[in-house]
């Protein structure tokens, strides 16, 4: 059984959500994640935000826009007048939901459920137009199989005992629908898997089932050799190593959420990226494979604070190294980069929240230093230190830009350097030239 996910722009209009039915009504058995309509999870943030500033004209207003949307959308989706009057019943109720918010109390949990709405909505109309055309399919609900723990971690044998139990009960059934993003927390409350979760459902949904292979399908023919966002002339990356996709994925590539990897690759299911406006596109293939002495891609991920311990007395003596990243366990603030030398370390965090406690904890050790506006710009490939000469190319591309961190070593696939936010671009635009266009 394969998994197919399929992002917000390839489910954004009538005319691609019909592309999507063309591309997976093929006999084969499947389960497909949907996310939702693009935009509309941006729409019920926003929607959010006004109820948390108790402004509800505004989040009213805000919804009945939506609403406009959905309603051009099923004219141009459905055939018939039944089907049609159907829908409009359907997303009439799901909006009058969405309104009994604006006249409450709104805290976190409100939220998760208003943010839940999107891909409800994407799966039941998707779901809709199939039985429109006489397709047998089954709408498996997310939140009857999908579940975080306490910690936020995948409760995977939850997972895979439920979604188990709701494919045995179709067991004739080839074709399966469900939400991505949305499943339920340790405490039975409705949650999501993060901003970009659907991937990680698609991965963790894979893992359950077993499957053959997890097709991850989106606005572009794979994994890009640099952010195309950023950088002129990239390429797709033909095939990638899991570990290469997950340092890329961490380390800002959009195209996938940073933890959809992992659960491929304890698995050993191989991951496609796939472009649904060009189905044919050979795309991307993840897998345990490694294709060796080949850079592969850069990506960057911003918001990066830099925080520099100096101690001429206590450093590099045995515990001190413990001291200071207890210091960040106490604070739940993962550290990304980290460099040391006799006199001090230097380390990067991603999270500013707790900052200043930090800081403050620090200060009893040495003297601290910050940078903030950092970015990482990590390059991956096959960076094997015996390849001689890899990191050296990678440092002469980014020849007259002040780097204020190097990272090498840490994994045989990647190279890591913290520069200016201002230098972001040129770092990577430099890196393309010199390592794929040249
Ligand atoms: P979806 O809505 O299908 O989940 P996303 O917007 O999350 O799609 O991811 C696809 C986007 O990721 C692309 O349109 C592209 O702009 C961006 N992106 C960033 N880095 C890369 C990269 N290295 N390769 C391909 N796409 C990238
Ligand atoms: N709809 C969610 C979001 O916009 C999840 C996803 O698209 O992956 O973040
Ligand atoms: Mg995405």
């Known amino acids: 059984m394969k998994v197919l996910k ?8 009538a005319q691609r959500m019909k592309e999507v039915a063309n591309l997976i009504v093929d006999g084969q058995k499947k389960i497909v994640v949907l996310s939702a309509m693009s935009g509309t999870t941006n729409t019920l943030v926003e929607i959010s935000d006004y109820l948390y500033k108790r402004n509800p004209e505004a989040a009213n207003e805000t919804i009945n826009k939506l609403a406009e949307k959905y309603d051009g959308v099923v ?12 829908v409009r019943a359907f997303l009439q109720e799901r909006f009058d939901f969405l309104r009994t918010f604006t006249g409450n109390l709104f805290t976190l949990f409100e ?10 909505l994407s799966t039941n109309m998707f779901t809709f137009m199939l039985k429109e055309r006489k397709v047998q399919v089954a709408l498996l609900p997310a939140l009857e199989f999908m579940r975080v723990d306490k910690n936020g971690e995948p409760n995977q044998e939850y997972i895979r005992e439920n979604l188990g139990k709701l494919l045995a009960q179709h067991s004739d059934t080839e074709l399966f629908i469900t939400q991505g993003f949305i499943c339920l927390n340790a405490y039975g409350e409705v949650d999501n ?38 950088v002129d002339k990239t390429s797709p990356v033909s095939h990638l190593h899991f570990e290469e996709a997950a340092e890329l994925a961490y380390f800002g590539a959009k ?9 491929a ?32 891609a850069v990506a960057a991920k911003e918001n990066i604070t830099a925080i520099k311990i100096q101690s001429g007395r206590m450093l590099l003596a045995y515990g001190f190294l413990r001291k200071v990243f207890e210091i960040f366990e106490t604070y739940q ?70 780097i204020r961190m190097i990272s090498y070593g840490g994994s045989n696939y990647n190279i890591s350097l913290l520069v200016k936010d201002a230098d972001k671009k040129r770092s990577m635009q430099a890196l393309s030239d010199h390592l794929f266009n040249a």
Not at 6 to 13: A, D, H, L, P, Q
Not at 255 to 263: A, E, M, Q, V
Not at 273 to 284: H, K, S
């Open 6 to 13: 399929f992002g917000g722009t390839s489910v954004g209009s």
């Open 75 to 86: 004219e141009a989706l459905y055939e018939t007048a039944e089907s049609k009057a159907e």
């Open 111 to 120: 939220e998760k459920i208003v943010l839940a709405q999107g891909e409800l």
């Open 193 to 230: 898997l993060k901003r970009g979760g659907s991937d990680y459902t698609a991965s963790l949904i894979g893992a359950a089932v077993k499957a053959s292979e997890i097709q991850i399908w989106t606005d572009i023919d794979g994994m890009h050799n640099n952010d195309p966002r950023v």
């Open 255 to 263: 195209i996938l959420h940073p933890t959809c990897i992992l659960p």
């Open 265 to 296: 690759k304890l698995g050993n299911i191989p991951v496609r990226l796939l472009n649904t406006m060009q189905p044919d596109a050979f795309g991307t293939m993840i897998s345990n494979k490694t294709e060796k002495g080949k850079l592969k």
């Open 333 to 402: 603030t993962p550290i990304d980069m980290i460099a040391t030398s006799e006199v001090g370390v230097s380390l990067t965090i991603d999270n500013n929240k707790h900052l200043q406690e930090i800081i403050d904890e620090l200060k009893k050790f040495g003297t601290v230093s910050v940078d903030t506006d950092m970015v990482i710009v990590c390059v991956v490939g096959d960076l094997d230190s015996e390849n001689v000469g890899f990191e050296a190319q990678v440092l002469n591309a980014l020849n007259g830009i002040p």
